[in-house]
């Protein structure tokens, strides 16, 4: 079983920062594709950041300049640097990962189906 864990969520003001961190056990960085996905209440899960086993980034259109995904192979953790954060960033925010044999920054569709093993998540809130 691959297990990740998220941590950092909280409440921020908008225009604050937040560093999300997943640790994840049982695999290596080096051969899986991770994200970030987010579900506001009521709404569908949606992908906002992924990193593939090469390091190649996307982000999702609403976060792009303010999201920073990266990590740390050797540690086994994924980070979310969310900057700027804005009312609309509120939501659970997961962690997701799935083989790179099966889903590639190239080939991903952003849908949750796209990832095999996913985190608890964690709450974002960001007030006006």
């Known amino acids: 079983q691959v297990h990740l864990m998220e941590s950092g969520g909280g409440s921020v003001q908008a225009g604050g920062s937040l560093r999300l961190s997943c640790a994840a056990s049982?695999?290596?960085?080096?051969?899986?594709?991770m994200a970030w996905f987010r579900q506001a209440s009521g709404k569908e899960r949606e992908g906002v950041a992924a990193?593939?086993?090469?390091?190649?980034?996307t982000y999702a259109d609403s976060v792009k300049g303010r999201f920073t995904i990266s990590k740390d192979n050797a540690k086994g953790t994924l980070f979310l640097q969310m900057n700027s954060l804005k009312p609309e960033d509120t939501g659970i925010y997961y962690c997701?990962?799935?083989?790179?044999?099966?889903?590639?920054?190239?080939?991903?569709?952003?849908?949750?189906?796209?990832?095999?093993?996913w985190g608890q998540g964690t709450q974002v809130t960001v007030s006006s």
């Open positions: 997701a990962a799935e083989s790179d044999a099966l889903t590639t920054i190239a080939t991903m569709t952003w849908h949750s189906d796209d990832f095999s093993y």
């Open positions: 049982a695999y290596t960085h080096s051969t899986y594709t």
């Open positions: 990193i593939d086993s090469d390091g190649s980034t």
